[in-house]
């Protein structure tokens, strides 16, 4: 069954630590996605990565950083400097463009809910 | 960079009417817009998109209008459901990423 796993669904976090949110797609995707969810502000842009260790900072990537080693999978990692990490973090993938097209459809994971506590 | 704004936050119908929601966007180089559905603890999912080379799309009960002169786009839902319940998100693409609105929860009133 093809898609994109996040785990965890939920975790909590104490404040000063790191946590790696989880982000595997078997669509054989190019381009994979985070993005992070809050009430009333849409979805913002964290980090992007279109091939193999390459990756471009979004519009709020301060206090998180990626890898991308596999084309399979994008790990998000909120730092303890990012000052208000509790939110709802999603990770998405495109496939191959079309010849003229930079952007295509995202196909979404289920998300991360991150808890600070 | 891009920017993306979406209104109205929030948009009450009787079902059966119609719904718009409207969005502006500033980078004149977008060419894609999509707009998506995410209904309460899902996933966001598209459920209709638009090329900068067209002025609208239809399919079926929706339909989307782009005006890249003034550089706005809608969301039109007619005839609307309780099932169309949901927070809906415009989209336009900046570099080779998608920059959201901040959505429109719509609520359809049996």
């Known amino acids: 069954d093809g898609g994109i796993t996040q785990s965890p669904k939920y975790l909590f976090r104490k404040e000063g630590q790191n946590v790696t949110l989880s982000c595997e797609q078997n669509?054989?995707?190019?381009?994979m996605y985070w993005y992070r969810q809050d009430p009333g502000q849409g979805l913002r842009l964290i980090y992007y990565?279109?091939?193999?260790?390459?990756?471009q900072k979004g519009d709020i990537a301060e206090g998180y950083s990626v890898s991308r080693e596999k084309k399979e999978s994008f790990p998000l990692t909120v730092t303890s400097a990012q000052k208000n990490p509790t939110a709802f973090y999603l990770c998405?993938?495109?496939?191959?463009?079309?010849?003229?097209?930079?952007?295509?459809?995202?196909?979404f994971g289920e998300g991360s809910r991150l808890t600070v506590l | 960079g891009e920017n993306v704004e979406q209104h109205p936050s929030t948009l009450s119908v009787q079902e059966g009417d119609s719904a718009v929601i409207k969005c502006t966007y500033s980078d004149s180089a977008s060419n894609y817009f999509p707009w998506y559905k995410q209904e309460l603890g899902k996933r966001p999912q598209l459920i209709i998109d638009?090329?900068?080379?067209?002025g609208e799309k239809k399919d079926q009960r929706i339909a989307v209008t782009l005006n890249k002169t003034a550089k706005h786009f809608s969301l039109h839902i007619t005839e609307t459901q309780p099932e169309d319940s949901a927070v809906y998100f415009c989209a336009a693409n900046r570099r080779r990423a998608l920059t959201f609105g901040s959505g429109t929860r719509l609520q359809v009133q049996p």
């Open positions: 638009i090329r900068s080379n067209v």
């Open positions: 990565s279109q091939i193999v260790n390459d990756f």
């Open positions: 669509l054989n995707h190019d381009a």
């Open positions: 998405a993938s495109t496939p191959p463009r079309d010849r003229g097209s930079n952007t295509g459809e995202l196909f």
